[in-house]
């Protein structure tokens, strides 16, 4: 199947400063990321939508200026928790969509990210 | 009503066992249908992909959609302790973009 890394696996990081997490397609080309968080035990809860070259629709209930979304390429997105809290540690994983129609229209997930806030 | 029901669990089963997990939806806009195995601490891994009602079989795995009584199954066949793991349904639309919708997940056990 197709590719899509995440990285960092796995981040711990003080309260009150901010993490960047990337989102990368390495053989194919995708307009469109999806952020999601999962917390122990449950579903993956969809937190927004990222558009390359546009502003990201973020789902009822998530701060836009706590989780920044920068999708500055084709083949990249990024989240960054802003001042980062305890409870903001959390599974976050991406996934994206082949952008040729012609090609796999699956999602494919990148491998997550636990960020613990201590 | 939730869009996606999928019963948590867990299912344990012994190692050989026929594997039947579910999902219902009530969307009926819903054109395509997936199903994503989770290991711990890991992301979700693409099993099967359906489009519209039918079958699908991939080795062990055979998938079926059946969107008239918009209920969906997955079967694993002689089960190894190797597929102990969470398993996702999702689906969405056919339009653009759209995010997928996910069940709540089943966490299954293979006993050896």
């Known amino acids: 199947g197709a590719v899509v890394s995440q990285h960092p696996s796995w981040v711990i990081c003080k309260s009150g400063t901010s993490v960047k997490i990337e989102c990368r397609s390495l053989d194919f080309q995708a307009t469109t990321m999806f952020w999601y968080r999962q917390f122990p035990k449950q579903s993956l809860m969809l937190m927004a939508t990222s558009n390359e070259g546009s502003k990201a629709t973020y789902e009822q209930g998530v701060e836009k200026d706590k989780f920044l979304i920068n999708h500055a390429s084709l083949t990249l997105s990024t989240l960054t928790v802003t001042s980062a809290h305890p409870e903001d540690s959390s599974f976050y994983i991406c996934s994206a969509r082949d952008l040729d129609p012609r090609g796999r229209t699956e999602a494919f997930f990148g491998q997550g990210t636990r960020l613990t806030v201590v | 009503q939730k869009e996606v029901e999928q019963d948590p669990g867990p299912l344990s089963v012994p190692e050989g066992a026929i594997v039947s997990l579910n999902c219902t939806y009530s969307n009926s806009a819903f054109q395509y249908f997936m199903w994503y195995r989770q290991y711990s601490r890991k992301g979700p891994e693409l099993l099967m992909y359906?489009?519209?009602?039918g079958n699908k079989e991939d080795g062990r795995f055979t998938a079926q959609v059946d969107k008239s009584s918009k209920y969906i199954s997955l079967f694993i066949r002689d089960s190894q302790p190797s597929d102990s793991a969470t398993y996702l349904c999702a689906m969405r639309r056919n339009s653009g973009n759209t995010p997928l919708v996910f069940g709540k997940g089943t966490r299954l056990s293979v006993i050896a």
């Open positions: 359906t489009y519209s009602s």
